[in-house]
């Protein structure tokens, strides 16, 4: 029997991309990354979509555990030649992307607009 | 703000399951409050407790509920201290791999030593690994 639980997610799909955004303001604990996680590859491997722009607009805290959900979605994307876009990130948010170098590996625009012309 | 004299002085031991994680993280999110310190602060200081925090449960103790993790914290007006031990094996810092060189970034893993090294003023590790204590300078506004 499965047990349900609330999504972490929800996503609008506009035109072929698929505009992702976060129902928790604090991705930090190891159970919601999970789930965040089973989420987004539900999307990729049960529903199909190769284009995921994700909108983290709402998000205040992240940790290093959501950034590896993050490269793990991003390379399961591009083996499937689909393509893995961020946006909306804040500048606090965006130093741990920064530090970590991963701005230079995985695709961050402003805003879902900018995402949405980058496919 | 606090007055310049005002101390706060904790020590919290839990065992190593998530649930206890959260009640400490927010234990000592709300002993910061007092303090005011700038939000860029709060957020170096939260995010470096997360990691540290989940580097004790999940790979020190190895998420093993029979093992404890202590966490001593000290939050002055200027600065927040926290010494944090697990039980486990310990570990070497000069042995993690540089999760930001090239062969390395396409790992899921290893970032959260760097965060905390970077979000912190200091940070250092001592007996076998086991043990470390960070603490945050408060920024001048």
Not at chain 1, 105 to 111: E, G, P, R
Request: aromatic share 8%; charged share 30%; proline share 5%.
């Amino acid at each position: 029997m499965s047990t349900a639980r609330r999504p972490r997610i929800t996503f609008e799909d506009i035109g072929d991309v698929t505009v992702v955004k976060f129902t928790d303001k604090k991705i930090l604990e190891e159970q919601a990354i999970q789930n965040i996680g089973d989420d987004l590859f539900k999307l990729v491997d049960e529903l199909g979509r190769k284009k995921l722009l994700l909108d983290f607009v709402t998000v205040e805290f992240l940790s290093s555990a959501a950034l590896g959900k993050l490269i793990r979605l991003h390379q399961r994307l591009a083996t499937g030649g689909g393509k893995l876009i961020l946006c909306g990130i804040s500048k606090t948010i965006m130093e741990i992307f920064e530090l970590t170098k991963l701005d230079k590996m995985l695709k961050i625009v402003k805003d879902e607009q900018t995402g949405l012309n980058a496919f | 703000m606090p007055e310049p004299e005002s101390e706060t002085v904790a020590e919290v031991c839990f065992a190593s399951d998530w649930p206890e994680v959260r009640r400490v993280q927010r234990e000592i999110e709300l002993a910061l409050v007092p303090f005011a310190f700038p939000d860029r602060d709060q957020f170096y200081i939260k995010i470096a407790l997360e990691e540290a925090l989940v580097n004790a449960v999940k790979h020190g103790n190895r998420l093993d509920p029979a093992k404890h993790v202590r966490v001593r914290y000290t939050i002055t007006a200027l600065r927040f201290e926290a010494y944090i031990a697990d039980e486990g094996c310990g570990f070497d810092p000069a042995n993690v791999p540089d999760p930001c060189s090239p062969e390395n970034l396409e790992r899921p893993c290893g970032r959260g030593l760097l965060l905390i090294r970077k979000f912190m003023t200091t940070v250092e590790y001592h007996g076998r690994g086991n043990c470390m204590s960070m603490a945050k300078v408060r920024t001048a506004s």
